[in-house]
Nanobody, 122 residues
Framework: VQLQASGGGLVQAGGYLRLSCAAS????????MGWFRQAPGKEREFVAA????????YYADSVKGRFTISRDNARNTVYLQMNSLKPEDTAVYYC????????????????WGQGTQVTVSS
């Protein structure tokens, strides 16, 4: 599976962005999908994940209520809608895919996109 993330940019605090992650391959629907982020000098951290059908979603406490993950298996795409953005959301955002079930550990994800920069100004 090859992943291509897009949609990052510069936004003011309180604003919103929608990230997209397009996947190649015909087995997209068999992968659990996740979004992670990494700020300068910090470890990569879990943001959100979604099950194969989209029926189950998981969020880090820091984004719960503000971010929404979704997927469109017909378009081989996963999305991250980010609302009420804060300066502490500034990071490079990565999408990732894993076989098997849910995990919030980046170590267990098998495939990664190249990352897209999100910068939130105060």
């Amino acid at each position: 599976v090859q992943l291509q993330a897009s949609g990052g940019g510069l936004v003011q605090a309180g604003g919103y962005l929608r990230l997209s992650c397009a996947a190649s391959g015909r087995t997209f629907s068999s992968y659990f999908m996740g979004w992670f982020r990494q700020a300068p000098g910090k470890e990569r951290e879990f943001v959100a994940a979604i099950s194969w059908s989209g029926g189950s979603t998981y969020y880090a406490d820091s984004v719960k209520g503000r971010f929404t993950i979704s997927r469109d298996n017909a378009r081989n795409t996963v999305y991250l809608q980010m609302n009420s953005l804060k300066p502490e959301d500034t990071a490079v955002y990565y999408c990732a895919a894993k076989a098997g079930g849910y995990s919030d550990s980046y170590i267990l994800y098998d495939y990664w996109g190249q990352g897209t920069q999100v910068t939130v100004s105060s």
